[in-house]
T-cell receptor, first 114, second 112 residues
Framework: EDQVTQSPEALRLQEGESSSLNCSYT??????LFWYRQDPGKGPEFLFT???AGEEKEKERLKATLTKKESFLHITAPKPEDSATYLC???????????????FGAGTQVVVTP | NAGVTQTPKFQVLKTGQSMTLQCAQD?????MSWYRQDPGMGLRLIHY???????DQGEVPNGYNVSRSTTEDFPLRLLSAAPSQTSVYFC???????????FGPGTRLTVT
């Protein structure tokens, strides 16, 4: 069964203090790994998709990397507006008749203080 | 484009009542899904659809029904609400099997 584990559960950072979030996964045939950002009371907002080990994506202060067993979301010099819950999800092997079902981790809640 | 919209935003039900959560998307996406989100747990798939007239069960389908009569709409019906269905419900849509899923703003449901 596909599994996704995110760590830490919560992270408190000072503004400018860089850190990394971890997403470890077990899946039969990874088709894609997705990172989302979720603000309180809102739906998840798409950040990145990674498809193969060694791939990296960047957007402003965020950088996502992927290995065969885990993904990291690096936050460089964070600002208070980066405070959110970050969700990781994996898309595993699909049959020709079925749609791949995203398996989500529980998320990492990040708080960045001025 | 409005993207994915959901109504209502909040709802309180008594045990045994039924209701329908509405979801619509204006991106002409074939793939739509319903998730529930509970504290400390990841989003869990309830039902999904790969096109009008085609639906299938996800991880936690019991107590919920769906139908897909048009590409745009994908309502979720609670047949007889139970306190265990207290949760935040998200609808999502995607343009392809491997595509990014775009989420709506959610419906917070409380069953007393």
């Amino acid at each position: 069964e596909d599994q996704v584990t995110q760590s830490p559960e919560a992270l408190r950072l000072q503004e400018g203090e860089s850190s990394s979030l971890n997403c470890s996964y077990t899946v039969s045939g990874l088709r894609g790994l997705f990172w989302y950002r979720q603000d309180p009371g809102k739906g998840p907002e798409f950040l990145f998709t990674l498809y193969s080990a060694g791939e990296e994506k960047e957007k402003e202060r965020l950088k996502a990397t992927l290995t065969k067993k885990e993904s990291f979301l690096h936050i460089t010099a964070p600002k208070p507006e980066d405070s959110a819950t970050y969700l990781c999800a994996v898309l595993g092997l699909m049959t020709t008749d079925s749609w791949g079902k995203l398996q989500f981790g529980a998320g990492t809640q990040v708080v960045v203080t001025p | 484009n409005a993207g994915v919209t959901q109504t209502p935003k909040f709802q309180v039900l008594k045990t045994g009542q039924s209701m329908t959560l509405q979801c619509a998307q204006d991106m002409n996406h074939e793939y739509m899904s319903w998730y529930r989100q509970d504290p400390g747990m990841g989003l869990r798939l309830i039902h999904y659809s790969v096109g009008a007239g085609i639906t299938d069960q996800g991880e936690v389908p019991n107590g919920y029904n769906v139908s897909r009569s048009t590409t745009e709409d994908f309502p979720l019906r609670l047949l007889s609400a139970a306190p265990s269905q207290t949760s935040v419900y998200f609808c999502a849509s995607s343009y392809s099997k491997l595509g990014v899923q775009y989420f709506g703003p959610g419906t917070r449901l409380t069953v007393t």
